[in-house]
Nanobody, 125 residues
């Protein structure tokens, strides 16, 4: 019902910046919060950030607070993740997700209903 496509990943040196984008298509009217997660090799998929439907409420994992900024443009059905001061430990596949339920600050993988295919972010030291 909703398709999500991420873009913007790549290789960057430590201290650099990247901006990820996630564009939704399909029944986008049923989406509420959108979030970003990341998964490093051999590790679980972890919450990074989320943003409410109208963008007024954001939530961040402690590990990225102050460095990453999530935003969304509903006219373009797109959510962004601006990543600054990147560290090698930020290396992971980054996934975009959408929640079809109106709940505040969803952080759990199971709270999201739709997922993108992921985009690789690699930060070299």
């Amino acid at each position: 019902q909703v398709q999500l496509v991420e873009s913007g990943g790549g290789l960057v040196q430590a201290g650099g910046s990247l901006r990820l984008s996630c564009t939704a298509s399909g029944r986008t009217s049923i989406m509420y919060a959108m979030g970003w997660f990341r998964q490093a090799p051999g590790k679980e998929r972890d919450f990074v950030a989320s943003i409410s439907r109208l963008g007024g409420i954001t939530d961040y994992a402690d590990s990225v607070k102050g460095r990453f900024t999530i935003s969304r443009d509903n006219a373009k059905n797109t959510v962004y993740l601006q990543m600054n001061r990147l560290k090698p430990e930020d290396t992971a596949v980054y996934y975009c997700a959408a929640d079809r339920n109106p709940r505040p600050r969803p952080r759990g993988v199971r709270e999201y209903d739709y997922w993108g295919q992921g985009t690789q972010v690699t930060v070299s030291s």
